[in-house]
């Protein structure tokens, strides 16, 4: 068998034996072997009968969601290739010319372009058109550098054993991301097709909520990505804290008539030490995003954990503190020197904040050394 034509149920009564019918007049009408699957989640409209009565096959998934229906149809799914779409009557099943054509042609992962291909009056609500697609789509891309312009259709197709080889786990709505962007880290050879989206047939509501899923959708974007959640904030509040505290160590700075002096400087130290936690957090997300198959391992990450060593991290933490230790050393026999006498707090809070600033980077990075070990950083380590 070459193609399944797959669609999740949950009470599509209105619309399922429309869209069987689009799919088997498709499939008989070109020439293919395949069949029309669907994958119903607990439907008590009598979706189930319609379907079978239209020629599906139809199997039963008792783990609720979108993502679950999907999955258990792509596992019970006959053909080699396998084209997804929703059973609401919002896709055109007698239209799959261009994804055939392009899994024939050697893509592994196919997705409808429903802003290319043109959206009906009354299709997609404004809300989701203007904002929720564009700026979900935007951050994929952003975050993964995939190819996709609308993460969120869901009218694809793909290479069955390559898409099972991506161990989709989501079983919400999310698991229209996940799809993209583990393709896209497995490096599948993608493509996208212009995609005509029509209202959809039903007169219930929809049951996608608009706020709920697009947190669940960023939600998971973000997880997938601890550079753009952790590291690179991470690194600008680090850098930001550091070069603040060095702009004042010397003095007050007066700009624009505005002083700023050693209270600054203590709002400076709690940014850099936030800003390495999360430059340190960043890479345990990513040690265990590798070590789980969660996330595939990365070059650079690769690299940065063939060279660790709890020896090494110790031996930087350790040189860190120490320079902060002696900026503390040297603030004491400054005071000593004065006969342990009141000082001007302007000038020894110049001193104790970068060294206690130091002090705690070098106790971060040595436990942060110890945690990676303990979660086996020698595992990365090139054979």
Same mark, same amino acid.
């Given at each position: 068998?070459?193609? *399944?034509?797959?669609?999740?149920?949950?009470?599509? $009564?209105?619309?399922?034996?429309?869209?069987? *019918?689009?799919?088997?007049?498709? @499939?008989?009408?070109?020439?293919?072997?395949?069949?029309? @699957?669907?994958?119903?989640?607990?439907? *008590?409209?009598?979706s189930q009968d319609l379907a079978s009565q239209a020629g599906a096959r139809v199997i039963h998934v008792a783990e609720?969601?979108?993502?679950?229906?999907?999955?258990?149809?792509?596992?019970?799914?006959?053909?080699?290739?396998?084209?997804?779409?929703?059973?609401?009557?919002?896709?055109?099943? !007698?239209?799959?010319?261009?994804?055939?054509?392009?899994?024939?042609?050697?893509?592994?992962?196919?997705?409808?372009?429903?802003?290319?291909?043109?959206?009906?009056?009354?299709?997609?609500? $404004? =809300?989701?058109?203007?904002?929720?697609?564009? /700026?979900?789509?935007? /951050?994929?891309?952003?975050?993964?550098?995939? +190819?996709?312009?609308?993460?969120?259709?869901?009218?694809?197709?793909?290479?069955?054993?390559?898409? @099972?080889g991506l161990r989709l786990a989501a079983p919400g709505m999310e698991f229209a991301s996940e799809m993209v962007v %583990?393709?896209?880290?497995? %490096?599948?050879?993608?493509?996208? #097709?212009?995609? %005509?989206?029509?209202?959809?047939?039903?007169?219930?509501?929809?049951? =996608?909520?608009?706020?709920?899923?697009?947190?669940?959708?960023?939600?998971?974007?973000?997880?997938?990505?601890?550079?753009?959640? =952790?590291?690179?904030?991470?690194?600008?509040?680090?850098?930001?804290? =550091? #070069?603040?505290?060095?702009?004042?160590?010397?003095? +007050?700075?007066?700009?624009?008539?505005?002083?700023?002096?050693?209270?600054?400087?203590?709002?400076?130290?709690?940014?850099?030490?936030?800003?390495?936690?999360?430059?340190?957090?960043?890479?345990?997300?990513?040690?265990?995003?590798?070590?789980?198959?969660?996330? +595939?391992?990365?070059?650079?990450?690769? %690299?940065?954990?063939? !060279?660790?060593?709890?020896?090494?991290?110790?031996?930087?933490?350790?040189? /860190?503190?120490?320079?902060?230790?002696?900026?503390?050393?040297?603030?004491?026999?400054?005071?000593?020197?004065?006969?342990?006498?009141?000082?001007? +707090?302007?000038?020894?809070?110049?001193?104790?904040?970068?060294?206690? *600033? @130091?002090?705690?980077?070098?106790?971060?990075?040595?436990?942060?050394?110890?945690?990676?070990?303990?979660?086996?950083?020698?595992?990365?380590?090139?054979?």
């Amino acid at each position: 068998m070459e193609f *399944t034509i797959l669609m999740p149920c949950l009470n599509e $009564a209105e619309t399922i034996s429309h869209c069987v *019918t689009q799919a088997q007049r498709f @499939l008989h009408g070109s020439g293919i072997e395949g069949e029309v @699957l669907v994958a119903d989640n607990g439907s *008590t409209d009598g979706s189930q009968d319609l379907a079978s009565q239209a020629g599906a096959r139809v199997i039963h998934v008792a783990e609720r969601g979108y993502g679950s229906a999907l999955r258990a149809g792509i596992a019970q799914a006959g053909g080699r290739y396998v084209i997804m779409g929703d059973a609401d009557a919002s896709y055109d099943f !007698s239209s799959l010319g261009e994804f055939v054509t392009a899994l024939r042609a050697g893509h592994q992962l196919v997705i409808g372009n429903r802003f290319a291909g043109g959206i009906q009056a009354g299709a997609m609500p $404004a =809300l989701h058109r203007y904002l929720g697609n564009p /700026v979900l789509s935007f /951050v994929g891309r952003l975050f993964f550098r995939s +190819p996709i312009r609308d993460f969120h259709c869901g009218l694809r197709g793909f290479e069955r054993a390559a898409v @099972l080889g991506l161990r989709l786990a989501a079983p919400g709505m999310e698991f229209a991301s996940e799809m993209v962007v %583990k393709a896209t880290l497995a %490096k599948l050879r993608i493509a996208e #097709v212009p995609t %005509k989206l029509w209202p959809d047939g039903r007169s219930r509501a929809p049951h =996608l909520r608009s706020w709920r899923d697009g947190w669940r959708h960023l939600r998971f974007l973000l997880l997938m990505s601890p550079r753009w959640l =952790l590291l690179y904030p991470g690194l600008t509040l680090a850098v930001l804290g =550091l #070069v603040l505290q060095g702009v004042i160590w010397s003095g +007050p700075v007066i700009i624009g008539g505005v002083g700023f002096d050693i209270h600054t400087m203590l709002y400076a130290s709690a940014m850099s030490i936030l800003g390495l936690q999360l430059v340190i957090f960043s890479l345990l997300a990513r040690a265990v995003g590798s070590l789980t198959g969660l996330l +595939p391992a990365s070059p650079w990450f690769q %690299k940065l954990m063939s !060279s660790f060593s709890l020896e090494r991290g110790i031996v930087l933490g350790l040189l /860190v503190a120490l320079i902060g230790l002696g900026l503390s050393i040297y603030s004491v026999l400054t005071w000593m020197g004065t006969g342990l006498s009141a000082l001007d +707090p302007t000038q020894m809070m110049r001193l104790a904040i970068p060294a206690t *600033t @130091l002090m705690l980077f070098g106790a971060e990075i040595v436990f942060a050394s110890f945690i990676l070990s303990f979660m086996g950083a020698a595992s990365f380590r090139a054979s």
